[in-house]
């Protein structure tokens, strides 16, 4: 019996994989080789920014440097705490040194990824800025999303609008109506202007003296904001396609930039949605925080939430103590998990 033939689509993802792996494959054959007799004593040094097999890294004295990455170092990100070596002389390569060490981190965000896996973008991280935007429209869906996520990182979001200066009376009833259930629930809720000004100053005292992450769909106006926060980074800033509506991705890999207040901001590469899909259905239902008082108090053990009888968030719906809307958010979110990671499986296979 002869084999389906694979779709033009597959054969595409097949061969693109398959040269992306020689890439990698290539790259570490070819990384420029530094001897150890011309490396100076081991220092301490922050990452700034990866780049493949390559990062740029900060020593104390604020010197920034291209190194090359050891191999025995299984993972690298912008914002871990590093031991180098400095070349006595800098290679005609570019490169400066070699990363020798990572220290523990005390906090990662991490994002999945179809092909690889669980990804980590950063590293020792205070707060996570959770960015939304009231264009191309507003949504607590990706809100929700990106809490979730934050949750289960254990690192504490804040959650600010963008682009306000956008909306009318009416539109800002119902943006102001929707931000306020958060606010009950016990997050920090900003709205801000990138273009205006208006709320700027409030993010600016925010991240004082904190390593700081920006989080969001491309199209919110991350790095606007950042441009704003700090006119010297002079981020390249994309607009949101007036065709689909979605933003252009405008960031390619993850970056620190110092703020004169003395605090660290991560400008991460953007998505169009935070996949959870690599989350048990219970951990989503924890990462709701207004949930877990109820959690575990249903009366059967394999309540779903829905119809079933004697559910405890249920009943704590409808005495006001969980939002409709974010009792909705939570569901989407559960009906979602198997179809991403059918896709992820249908990759996978793909892959092999």
Same mark, same amino acid.
């Given at each position: 019996?002869?084999?389906?033939?694979?779709s033009h689509?597959?054969?595409?993802?097949?061969?693109?994989?398959?040269?992306?792996?020689?890439r990698?494959?290539?790259?570490?054959?070819?990384?420029?080789?530094?001897?150890?007799?011309?490396?100076?004593?081991?220092?301490?040094?922050k990452?700034?920014?990866?780049?493949?097999?390559?990062?740029?890294?900060?020593?104390?004295?604020?010197?920034?440097?291209?190194?090359?990455?050891?191999?025995?170092?299984?993972?690298?990100?912008?914002?871990d705490?590093v031991?180098?070596?400095? !070349?006595?002389?800098?290679?005609?390569?570019g490169?400066?040194g070699?990363?020798?060490a990572?220290?523990?981190?005390k906090s990662t965000?991490?994002?999945?990824?179809?092909y690889?896996?669980?990804?980590?973008?950063?590293?020792?991280?205070?707060?996570?800025l959770i960015?939304?935007s009231?264009?191309?429209s507003?949504?607590?869906?990706?809100i929700?999303?990106?809490?979730v996520? /934050?949750?289960?990182?254990?690192?504490?979001p804040i959650?600010?609008?963008?682009?306000?200066d956008?909306l009318?009376?009416?539109?800002?009833?119902?943006?102001?109506?929707?931000?306020q259930?958060?606010?009950?629930?016990?997050y920090?809720v900003y709205?801000?202007?990138?273009?205006?000004?208006?709320?700027?100053?409030?993010?600016q005292?925010l991240?004082?003296?904190?390593v700081?992450i920006?989080?969001?769909?491309?199209?919110?106006?991350?790095s606007?904001?950042?441009? !704003?926060?700090?006119?010297? /980074?002079a981020l390249?800033?994309?607009?949101?396609?007036?065709n689909?509506?979605?933003g252009?991705?405008?960031?390619t890999? !993850?970056?620190?930039?110092h703020l004169?207040?003395?605090?660290?901001?991560?400008?991460s590469p953007g998505?169009?949605?935070?996949?959870?899909?690599?989350?048990? !259905?219970?951990?989503v239902?924890?990462?709701?925080?207004?949930?877990r008082d109820?959690?575990?108090?249903c009366?059967?053990?394999?309540?779903?939430?829905?119809d079933?009888?004697?559910? /405890?968030?249920?009943t704590?719906?409808?005495?006001?103590?969980?939002?409709e809307?974010r009792?909705?958010n939570?569901?989407?979110?559960? /009906?979602?998990?198997?179809?991403?990671?059918h896709?992820?499986?249908?990759?996978?296979?793909?892959?092999?």
């Open positions: 019996m002869s084999k389906k033939k694979l689509g597959q054969l595409r993802r097949m061969r693109a994989n398959h040269e992306k792996r020689l990698r494959s290539d790259e570490q054959q070819d990384l420029p080789e530094i001897q150890d007799n011309t490396l100076g004593a081991e220092q301490a040094a990452v700034i920014s990866r780049f493949g097999q390559h990062a740029d890294i900060e020593t104390q004295d604020g010197l920034i440097v291209r190194c090359n990455i050891r191999r025995t170092i299984a993972s690298l990100v912008t914002g705490n031991i180098v070596r400095l !070349a006595h002389e800098t290679q005609t390569s490169i400066g070699v990363v020798e990572v220290h523990p981190r965000l991490t994002r999945p990824d179809l690889d896996g669980v990804k980590i973008i950063a590293a020792n991280i205070d707060q996570i960015v939304s009231v264009l191309p507003f949504t607590t869906q990706i929700d999303r990106y809490l996520a /934050a949750e289960d990182t254990g690192i504490p959650i600010i609008v963008n682009k306000i956008l009318d009376d009416e539109q800002t009833k119902i943006v102001d109506e929707a931000l259930r958060y606010q009950n629930i016990g920090p709205k801000v202007s990138s273009k205006t000004g208006d709320g700027v100053e409030e993010i005292h991240l004082e003296n904190k700081s920006f989080a969001g769909q491309s199209g919110v106006g991350k606007s904001l950042i441009n !704003a926060l700090l006119p010297q /980074a390249v800033t994309g607009d949101v396609s007036s689909s509506g979605l252009q991705h405008t960031t890999t !993850a970056k620190l930039l004169p207040s003395g605090g660290d901001l991560i400008d998505v169009r949605e935070f996949a959870l899909w690599h989350l048990p !259905a219970d951990r239902g924890w990462c709701f925080i207004e949930f109820f959690i575990g108090t009366k059967f053990r394999d309540c779903k939430h829905l079933d009888p004697g559910c /405890a968030l249920q704590a719906k409808q005495q006001g103590l969980i939002s809307d009792f909705s939570y569901h989407r979110i559960i /009906a979602s998990l198997d179809e991403q990671r896709a992820r499986q249908f990759r996978s296979n793909i892959n092999d």
